[in-house]
């Protein structure tokens, strides 16, 4: 059996009582009705708080046939597997009941148990990461270590320094399964990798954003953003 088209999912999806029955707001998040295709995305519906820049969107891909929902946190965007079905009913049921708890777990991280590896590192209480200026040039503190983030792969976001409005990024994960820290760049919403904060324990990462991370955001800054 054949699937729909996007087009047609999108039709559906304005009758969809699922999506007519959510609350217009649900906490601090704003619900919309977006209906906008890009490619194969369809945007649904989303919940969004401004003041947080954080909130979630319903989707249907086309590449995959799949209605899923994505997690928005700053710049970080990702979406959540627990929440993938082809299963339309399914897919409903299934977001309606975690829907608040998700949100709520968006605007305040500590919610979310990230696990012994977490703890036993103690990144959540990390002195010299949780005390990181909240601004350095055009960049702001978005996410200090105590509201580390669950993200993809094993990693958590524990540190994230954000330039908003030219969409640039600098971030320090922890991956549980490699047992290592590491940093992540942004350029005009542009991924590049980098090895400069690669350590295996907390001491280590401490003395390379002491000696460089003012420099790493202000290389950002300057860098070519016409790519």
């Given at each position: 059996?054949?699937?729909?088209?996007?087009?047609?999912?999108?039709?559906?999806?304005?009758e969809?009582?699922?999506?007519?029955?959510?609350?217009?707001?649900?906490?601090?998040?704003?619900?919309?009705?977006?209906?906008?295709?890009?490619?194969?995305?369809?945007?649904?519906?989303?919940?969004?708080?401004?003041?947080?820049?954080?909130?979630?969107d319903?989707?249907?891909?086309?590449?995959?046939?799949?209605y899923?929902?994505?997690?928005?946190?700053?710049?970080n965007?990702?979406?959540?597997?627990?929440?993938?079905?082809?299963?339309?009913?399914?897919?409903?049921?299934?977001?309606?009941?975690?829907?608040?708890?998700?949100?709520?777990?968006?605007?305040?991280?500590?919610?979310v148990?990230?696990?012994?590896?977490?703890?036993d590192?103690?990144?959540l209480?990390?002195?010299?990461?949780?005390?990181?200026?909240?601004?350095?040039?055009?960049?702001?503190?978005?996410?200090?270590?105590?509201?580390?983030?669950?993200?993809?792969?094993?990693?958590?976001?524990?540190?994230?320094?954000?330039?908003?409005?030219?969409?640039?990024?600098?971030?320090i994960?922890?991956?549980?399964?490699?047992?290592?820290?590491?940093?992540e760049?942004?350029?005009?919403?542009v991924?590049?990798?980098?090895?400069?904060y690669?350590?295996?324990?907390?001491?280590?990462?401490?003395?390379?954003l002491?000696?460089k991370?003012?420099?790493?955001?202000?290389?950002?800054?300057?860098?070519?953003h016409?790519?």
């Amino acid at each position: 059996m054949g699937y729909a088209s996007i087009d047609e999912i999108a039709a559906a999806a304005k009758e969809w009582d699922f999506i007519k029955n959510l609350p217009a707001q649900i906490g601090d998040f704003k619900k919309t009705e977006p209906g906008t295709i890009e490619g194969k995305i369809l945007t649904i519906c989303s919940y969004y708080d401004a003041e947080t820049n954080a909130g979630a969107d319903i989707i249907y891909t086309s590449e995959t046939f799949d209605y899923i929902l994505v997690r928005k946190i700053g710049m970080n965007i990702y979406r959540d597997i627990r929440y993938i079905y082809k299963e339309k009913d399914e897919f409903a049921k299934k977001v309606k009941e975690a829907l608040p708890k998700i949100l709520a777990e968006t605007t305040d991280p500590t919610k979310v148990n990230l696990g012994e590896m977490v703890a036993d590192k103690k990144i959540l209480t990390w002195e010299y990461g949780n005390n990181l200026p909240e601004k350095i040039g055009k960049f702001t503190l978005y996410i200090k270590p105590a509201h580390a983030i669950d993200y993809l792969n094993g990693s958590i976001i524990m540190l994230d320094y954000s330039d908003f409005a030219h969409q640039d990024q600098f971030v320090i994960y922890y991956n549980r399964f490699r047992e290592e820290f590491f940093g992540e760049v942004k350029i005009g919403s542009v991924f590049h990798a980098t090895k400069a904060y690669d350590s295996k324990t907390l001491a280590a990462l401490e003395k390379k954003l002491k000696t460089k991370l003012t420099a790493t955001l202000g290389k950002i800054s300057k860098a070519d953003h016409s790519i």
